[in-house]
Structure formats: structure tokens, C-alpha cells
């Protein structure tokens, strides 16, 4: 069977994994953005025949039929990065053909109703190549100076390659999950390989919604932040 989805915030952190995550699956994926044009990661897919990216501003506002749509709110962030998602998730509840809906959140955001539609997750903090620059490890590896101000969630860090596989795997059901790293002290123990200093983040223990899945790490925390590091300086390179 030939699976379609529709990847909202698609040029974003997670919303690019899950594109990739699906491709790999053999998913076809019909990838949508505000830019106008991929950015240079997309390279890292390469030429693939299941791939289609749309400008948001060129969306038919099309939904075939039995498509999976993501909507990962994580994307947000800070400040305006994917806030068409809302605007989106408006639009959609106009379509009249079936279709799935699969949203992320961030742990503490979002809609915590258990009763909401289609697939729900949510999710500690994301690392890895790529992560944005109001991660406190994107800050640190940059070498920003002293830092006040992120959004990392201390209960837990996930490799974000694993997250988007795990949500893919689970994005057929109709259920809220709340994703956890195998260590309850994963975030300390990436901050580890990144510094020496002690941030003042108090560790809390993963406030689940629905039901919990551990996610395995497929690398360890080290080869992670060698690769989200190298990432970083060939992109100051380029610049």
C-alpha cells in the first residue's frame, strides 16, 4: 500500500526528520513550508521520486484522501517559526474526506484533552544535527558566551532522528503518548559531553499524557553531539 503524507513545518527541526523518517519507510511525502525554496539540508535526502515540496503560499489546500497530515507544533519554538500550524489546523477541520491527523507538542504545551483527534504526542527536548539556536546546546556549542535564556526541557533529551522514526511507527493510531528517553538523566548526561558548567535547570521527572513509550537511543550521546557539532561549524564555514 502506498501511504501519503502531508508534512506541515517540513524545513523545521522535527518536521524535516519526519519527512525523512517517512521516506525511508517508503511513504510518499508531499512536504510544505513558507519558503519558497529547500534549504540546503534537503541535499541530505537527495533526489527522491516520493518527494514533492510546496510553498505554504502555493498549497491547493488539498488533502487526498486517507492522508496522514503532521502538524508538529514542536516546531514553534520561540517567536513566529511555523506559526501557520494554527492557521493550518483551521483549515483542515474544513476538509470533508477522511484523513489522519498526527500532532506534536512540546511536554507541557498543547492540548492535553486525551479525547483530541487522530495521533497525539509529546515530546522532551529534541537534539542533534540541525537543533535551532534557543536550544541551550546549540548556544553552548556556538560559543555564545554566558546563557540566560532556552528552550530546553530538563526532563529529558531524545537524538531527534529517533523521535521522528518512533512517531512515525506510532502515527497510525488513534492515541496521545508521551515519548521518554531510556535514562531519566539523559539531558545531564548530553549536557556532559558539551560542558563542564552546571546550569541551574532543575531536573524533574517526565509529567506523561497518554501513554508512555521509551525511546532506545540508536547512537550514543556522544557521536550525537560530535555530528550536531560538526553540523554547526561547516554551516559557519559556508557563511
Given at each position: 500500500?502506498?501511504?501519503?503524507?502531508?508534512?506541515?513545518?517540513?524545513?523545521?527541526?522535527?518536521?524535516?526528520?519526519?519527512?525523512?523518517?517517512?521516506?525511508?519507510?517508503?511513504?510518499?511525502?508531499?512536504?510544505?513550508?513558507?519558503?519558497?525554496?529547500?534549504?540546503?539540508?534537503?541535499?541530505?535526502?537527495?533526489?527522491?521520486?516520493?518527494?514533492?515540496?510546496?510553498?505554504?503560499?502555493?498549497?491547493?489546500?488539498?488533502?487526498?484522501?486517507?492522508?496522514?497530515?503532521?502538524?508538529?507544533?514542536?516546531?514553534?519554538?520561540?517567536?513566529?517559526r511555523a506559526g501557520f500550524l494554527t492557521e493550518v489546523d483551521k483549515l483542515l477541520s474544513k476538509v470533508d474526506q477522511p484523513f489522519h491527523k498526527i500532532r506534536i507538542y512540546s511536554i507541557g504545551k498543547g492540548n492535553r484533552n486525551l479525547e483530541?483527534?487522530?495521533?497525539?504526542?509529546?515530546?522532551?527536548?529534541?537534539?542533534?544535527?540541525?537543533?535551532?539556536?534557543?536550544?541551550?546546546?546549540?548556544?553552548?556549542?556556538?560559543?555564545?558566551?554566558?546563557?540566560?535564556?532556552?528552550?530546553?526541557?530538563?526532563?529529558?533529551?531524545?537524538?531527534?532522528?529517533?523521535?521522528?522514526?518512533?512517531i512515525v511507527k506510532l502515527s497510525s493510531k488513534k492515541d496521545t503518548y508521551t515519548l521518554k528517553p531510556l535514562s531519566n538523566r539523559s539531558w545531564n548526561e548530553v549536557l556532559s559531553y558539551i560542558t563542564d558548567e552546571i546550569f541551574s535547570a532543575?531536573?524533574?521527572?517526565?509529567?506523561?499524557?497518554?501513554?508512555?513509550?521509551?525511546?532506545?537511543?540508536?547512537?550514543?550521546?556522544?557521536?550525537?553531539?560530535?555530528?550536531?557539532?560538526?553540523?554547526?561549524?561547516?554551516?559557519?564555514?559556508?557563511?
Amino acid at each position: 500500500m502506498n501511504h501519503h503524507a502531508i508534512v506541515f513545518a517540513a524545513q523545521q527541526f522535527l518536521g524535516f526528520e519526519l519527512c525523512n523518517a517517512l521516506l525511508e519507510k517508503g511513504w510518499t511525502v508531499t512536504a510544505i513550508d513558507e519558503d519558497k525554496e529547500t534549504v540546503d539540508k534537503w541535499m541530505e535526502i537527495g533526489r527522491n521520486a516520493n518527494l514533492e515540496y510546496v510553498p505554504y503560499g502555493e498549497w491547493d489546500k488539498n488533502v487526498r484522501e486517507g492522508s496522514s497530515v503532521f502538524l508538529p507544533y514542536y516546531d514553534q519554538g520561540r517567536g513566529d517559526r511555523a506559526g501557520f500550524l494554527t492557521e493550518v489546523d483551521k483549515l483542515l477541520s474544513k476538509v470533508d474526506q477522511p484523513f489522519h491527523k498526527i500532532r506534536i507538542y512540546s511536554i507541557g504545551k498543547g492540548n492535553r484533552n486525551l479525547e483530541e483527534e487522530g495521533a497525539v504526542f509529546y515530546l522532551p527536548t529534541l537534539y542533534g544535527i540541525h537543533q535551532p539556536e534557543e536550544f541551550l546546546f546549540t548556544q553552548i556549542l556556538t560559543g555564545r558566551g554566558e546563557v540566560t535564556d532556552y528552550v530546553d526541557d530538563p526532563s529529558g533529551a531524545i537524538y531527534v532522528k529517533d523521535a521522528a522514526g518512533m512517531i512515525v511507527k506510532l502515527s497510525s493510531k488513534k492515541d496521545t503518548y508521551t515519548l521518554k528517553p531510556l535514562s531519566n538523566r539523559s539531558w545531564n548526561e548530553v549536557l556532559s559531553y558539551i560542558t563542564d558548567e552546571i546550569f541551574s535547570a532543575d531536573h524533574r521527572e517526565i509529567e506523561s499524557v497518554g501513554k508512555e513509550v521509551i525511546v532506545r537511543p540508536s547512537k550514543s550521546h556522544r557521536s550525537i553531539i560530535d555530528q550536531q557539532e560538526k553540523g554547526i561549524r561547516l554551516h559557519e564555514i559556508e557563511e
